[in-house]
């Protein structure tokens, strides 16, 4: 890999949702995305994603080296299928992210990798971050600067992907670079997808509600709405502020004597009025928003979003992004930053005093030590 100019990053992303493993190649110099290239997709089984869910919470014990197997040998029957990456990100499967004991874990072994692979990983991103006073969440922010700059926004925009959780970017595309001050503002916003997927799968034995099929047929119990939107302190912190894919567990024991579809849209509706609030937070009001993760598939959370929100609110896809691969794209993206010594976070996206650089380097044998970004 050169010291400057653009390269071919392979990223991957196992997100809270734990429906899979999304892998894609972009070509690019840490700064800028000249072009995206193959992508692809290998969904956990059922068997594997009990596992990984019996290590929700924990960062130790043999539920996490279980998990751990899953993700490697996942990620490694993924990979291997690409050609002519010269360098991995690899972001792990996060079972616990708890900010305020500064603590966080991510099942996998980058220098494993690296050796199935024989070719440099970068991992671990966030416990640096973490290490220096940092929420180490979300990471994708300094990417999202770059796409708004390759889209050619002219002014703030949001990108908000809806996952297990939810978390928005805010950007400046006039900003010098994304660790400026002020070019960035990102955090969590309350609960994604996970809440819903729980219910579905707690119910109705089903791991979504597909295309929003429960959420149009339900209706909202507006006096459960408001209680979840007005109770939850995390909604009047200050960003950026992140969260676990666990926390407001409580929302299911607030909607448990509803019906199916009656639950399920309410939950969704408290989703999308979380996301207002956080929209609300802004520096200012965003020109538009670009939706990526799973939520977006659900028609009815975005006609929900849609309507408590003030801009436009469109599936990323407007933008001529890949919605379902770019997290995949984000860590990619930061491999190189890493190997390029660049910033990954700043004060705007993770609260860390300053601007500061993640991740661990992985070489395979053949070309080098394991090393630490900075050395």
């Known amino acids: 890999m050169s010291d400057t100019?653009?390269?071919?990053?392979?990223?991957?992303?196992?997100?809270?949702?734990?429906?899979?493993?999304?892998?894609?190649?972009?070509l690019t110099d840490g700064t800028t995305v000249f072009d995206f290239a193959d992508t692809a997709y290998r969904a956990y089984s059922s068997a594997e994603r009990e596992t990984l869910r019996a290590a929700l919470g924990?960062?130790?014990?043999?539920?996490?080296?279980?998990?751990?197997?899953?993700?490697?040998?996942?990620h490694a029957e993924l990979l291997s299928g690409f050609s002519g990456a010269e360098l991995v990100g690899f972001h792990g499967q996060?079972?616990?992210?708890?900010?305020?004991?500064a603590h966080t874990h991510q099942a996998g072994n980058g220098a494993l990798l690296a050796e199935v692979l024989d070719t440099p990983v970068v991992w671990d991103f966030r416990s640096?971050?973490?290490?220096?006073?940092?929420?180490?969440?979300p990471l994708a922010p300094f990417y999202h600067f770059a796409l708004a700059r390759r889209a050619k926004a002219k002014g703030p925009c949001?990108?908000?992907?809806?996952?297990?959780?939810?978390?928005?970017?805010?950007?400046?595309?006039?900003?010098?670079a994304p660790e400026s001050p002020g070019a960035l503002l990102a955090f969590d916003t309350g609960p994604g997808n996970a809440r819903i997927d729980d219910l579905m799968t707690s119910r109705l034995g089903q791991r979504m509600d597909r295309d929003g099929a429960l959420t149009?047929?339900?209706n909202v119990d507006t006096g459960i709405l408001e209680h979840l939107l007005t109770k939850e302190r995390f909604f009047r912190r200050i960003p950026p502020k992140s969260l676990d894919r666990d926390d407001f567990s409580d929302w299911a024991a607030a909607v448990a004597d509803l019906?199916?579809?009656?639950?399920?849209?309410?939950?969704?509706?408290?989703?999308a009025g979380a996301i207002a609030k956080g929209i609300a937070q802004c520096p200012s009001p965003p020109e538009r928003i670009w939706v990526t993760g799973g939520g977006r598939h659900n028609t009815g959370l975005m006609e929900m979003l849609a309507a408590v929100v003030d801009c436009p609110v469109a599936p990323v896809e407007e933008a001529g992004f890949d919605g379902d691969m770019l997290e995949a794209q984000a860590f990619a993206y930061l491999a190189v930053r890493v190997m390029r010594g660049l910033p990954t976070s700043a004060p705007g996206t993770t609260r860390v005093p300053a601007p500061v650089g993640g991740g661990q380097i992985?070489?395979?044998?053949?070309?080098?030590?394991?090393?630490?970004?900075?050395?």
Do not use: C, Y
């Open 158 to 176: 949001v990108f908000l992907n809806i996952g297990g959780v939810a978390n928005l970017t805010w950007v400046d595309p006039s900003a010098r």
């Open 216 to 218: 149009l047929a339900g």
């Open 259 to 271: 019906p199916d579809a009656d639950a399920v849209a309410t939950l969704a509706a408290a989703t």
């Open 362 to 375: 992985s070489r395979p044998s053949g070309i080098g030590k394991i090393v630490s970004a900075g050395e």
């Open 5 to 26: 100019g653009p390269v071919w990053a392979l990223g991957a992303m196992s997100g809270t949702s734990l429906d899979g493993v999304d892998a894609a190649m972009i």
């Open 94 to 101: 996060t079972t616990v992210h708890r900010p305020d004991h």
């Open 58 to 74: 924990k960062w130790d014990g043999p539920e996490v080296a279980a998990a751990a197997e899953v993700v490697e040998t996942a």
């Open 128 to 137: 640096n971050d973490m290490a220096l006073g940092g929420q180490g969440a």
